[in-house]
């Protein structure tokens, strides 16, 4: 059993125990650097005698999953195998199975047993469509989540398969009795579509019932023998979803679907009130309803899908430690949706871990904006987003300033922050200091510069300014710690470089000091424990010391004033 605080794989850290079975224990983990959580499924070898089969199982749910994107399916992360564990880790899903939902309240309403049942026969319609489809082959209560939404998310693919057009049967007979179709048994032929069709329609008489076909004597009655009040319609779905030959089944989840959704038309009571022609007049209203309704629903999905995948792109990404995969992830989240900021700025946050944008990384970026689709580039998609590409660009200035080749370069962050400082967007302080530092940038080239009339372009006067002005207030809270001391390291940084130079220019070497003083008023007080545990945050804060350090040194031997504090 894995311990509190223990740390798999130099990622996930177990925060406690969240579910326990007969074979494996479920962890709630963090990855702290992707600030995400996720779901650590452990199945120990020594804990049974059958572990090969059971790893084969598991191997066999996780490359299955891993090529596998839907709403109502959990993702799969990553697979650590040691020496005396199987590790799985996968979304983290918050919610209970229903199995424990008809253990604390009994039979479920029809309304939301039907609700649930379009969704699952979604998720087993994309299953099964696969280029190669898939039988799920373990429907049933238990491994079906309710998350508290009320979406549905199916777990646990230990026996699900690949369909095979050339065989003949399966040659492994799984399944739990009483849900099972008998094909999964041996000696009707191989299990397709319609094997998840029969498991369905017993997970949904248990649900509506509260009477488990897994207990002997293994028989589905009439679902109105148990309760009259529901739907003889959807009686008449279920016996037909749960026929022993699979030729009088729904051949597929589109026609349960079809047929799902028209229960109360199937009813008895409802046929016997409708006439003729009232009958026809709703077909034809019914058929229009469902072609304007089919098309929106479509639409729907297909966004719904992308958004999912886009997210899954983006998450997969931050949680890989392997470069070339997480770029390879982030162009094709980015290649899905263009126009949304989210993968352009979880790539640079990426890229900047280590609180330096390399030349490597700062190409990635720059090919991936300047990409194509039809005559517009990425980046013009991009700017149709003008929130998204203002946060963008606000970062990628604070990255060039900052961070580039450890060193920054003030010139190719200019045009970023020049976007950034005419934000309508971005908070006051952002807009305000994008300004301040594109001033600044401007500087760096162009202090020092004579003009053909023999003048100073620029001086150190306005450079000090500015300077003193991108620095006011406490940025640690209005900002965050780490853009706070990159901040303080610039400005004591170019009082150690250029004292002498601010001075002939206009500056006293008493406000030269009292900004030093400033700093250490800054590390003495803006920074609490828990920010220098980060180890970016620790790093630029001693960073900091040392520049103060230097900068006094400086003012010292130059101009002979002495320390005020941080003795």
Known sequence: MLENGTIIDDKYKILNKIGQGGMSIVYLAMNEKANKQ??????????????????????????????????????????????????????????????????????????????????LCDVLQYLHTREKPIIYRDMKPANVMLKPNGDLVLIDF????????????????????????????????????????????????????????????????????????????????????TQRNPKDRYQNCNELRYALERYQEMDVEYRRMENKSFRIFMALLGATVLMLTGTLVFRHYAQQTRDNDYKTCVENALATSNYDEAMELFTKAIKLDPSSEEAYLAMLDYCMEDD???????????????????????????????????????????????????????????????????????EPFKVERSNRLQQIAEYYSKIGVQSKSGDQSTSYKDFWKDLVEVTQGDIVHTDNPVTALVMYNEFTFQIAANAQKFQRAGVSETE????????????????????????????????????????????????????????
């Not at 005396?84 to 199995?99: K, N």
């Not at 604070?398 to 934000?423: C, D, I, P």
């Not at 030093?516 to 960073?543: A, G, Q, T």
């Open 356 to 426: 330096n944008l390399s030349e490597k990384e700062a190409y990635h970026i720059r090919e991936m904006l300047q990409l194509r689709k039809g005559k517009n580039t990425y980046e013009d998609l991009l700017k149709e987003n003008q929130a998204g590409y203002d946060a963008f660009s606000y970062q990628m200035g604070m990255a060039y300033y900052y961070s580039y080749e450890e060193n920054g370069n003030k010139n190719n962050a200019k045009r970023w922050l020049q976007t950034a400082a005419q934000s309508q967007y971005l």
């Open 38 to 119: 996720w779901a650590i499924k452990e199945v120990r070898k020594d804990v049974t005698k059958d572990f090969e089969v059971i790893r084969q199982g598991l191997i066999t749910e996780t490359n299955l999953l891993k090529n596998l994107s839907h709403p109502n399916l959990p993702s799969i992360i990553d697979v650590i195998e040691r020496e005396d564990t199987f590790l799985i880790v996968m979304d983290y899903i918050e919610g209970v199975p229903l199995s424990v939902r008809l253990q604390e309240q009994g039979a479920q309403p029809q309304e939301d047993v039907v609700e649930w049942a379009l969704q």
């Open 158 to 241: 230990g026996i699900a398969r690949e369909y095979k057009t050339h065989h003949t049967s399966d040659t492994t007979w799984l399944g739990t009795q009483g849900y099972a179709a008998p094909e999964q048994f041996g000696g009707q032929g191989q299990t397709d579509q319609r094997t998840d069709i029969y498991c369905l329609g017993a997970t949904l008489y248990h649900l509506l019932t509260n009477h488990n076909p897994s207990d002997p004597p293994y028989e589905m009655y009439p679902i109105r023998r148990w309760n009259e009040e529901l739907s003889s319609g959807l009686e008449e779905i279920i016996i037909k979803c």
């Open 512 to 567: 030269m000091a009292e900004q030093i003083n400033v700093m250490i008023d800054h590390l003495n007080n803006d920074f609490v424990k828990e920010d220098l545990e980060n180890e970016r945050v620790n790093y630029l804060w001693k960073k900091l010391i040392n520049n103060v350090r230097v900068a006094e040194r400086e003012l010292e031997t130059n101009f002979s004033i002495p320390k005020e504090k941080g003795e």
